[in-house]
């Protein structure tokens, strides 16, 4: 059974930083691309990053780049993402998410499992 655990969500004020973290079971982390999704009230889910098993190819979307970095430690079966300058339009549930192969892709429906989600709330 695959199971995929985030932890790390909070509130925060603008401009401040929080880690997220999944941590994946039931799954062979071997050649399985993690991304980082999330959906605010009202909107639909979007893709925030992504990251292949090697972690040389990583995705993001353009408002999370260069504030946000998605990383992975295979040996943990476990994927961060470090978002820093956090905005209030970055509230969200923020989900991770796994698909077989090597491909990051950023829509969802190429993604196969699905944690349960983590509330980021960042106040003004």
């Known amino acids: 059974q695959v199971q995929l655990v985030e932890s790390g969500g909070g509130l925060v004020q603008a401009g401040g930083s929080l880690r997220l973290s999944c941590a994946a079971s039931?799954?062979?982390?071997?050649?399985?691309?993690m991304a980082w999704f999330r959906q605010a009230p009202g909107k639909e889910r979007e893709f925030v990053a992504g990251?292949?098993?090697?972690?040389?190819?990583?995705h993001y979307v353009d408002s999370a780049k260069g504030r946000f970095t998605i990383s992975r430690d295979n040996a943990k079966n476990t994927v961060y993402l470090q978002m820093n300058s956090l905005k209030p339009e970055d509230t969200a549930v923020y989900y991770c998410?796994?698909?077989?192969?090597?491909?990051?892709?950023?829509?969802?429906?190429?993604?196969?499992?699905w944690g349960q989600g983590t509330q980021v709330t960042v106040s003004s």
């Open positions: 998410a796994a698909r077989g192969g090597d491909n990051v892709y950023n829509t969802r429906r190429q993604y196969e499992y």
């Open positions: 039931g799954v062979s982390f071997y050649n399985t691309v």
């Open positions: 990251i292949n098993w090697s972690g040389r190819s990583t």
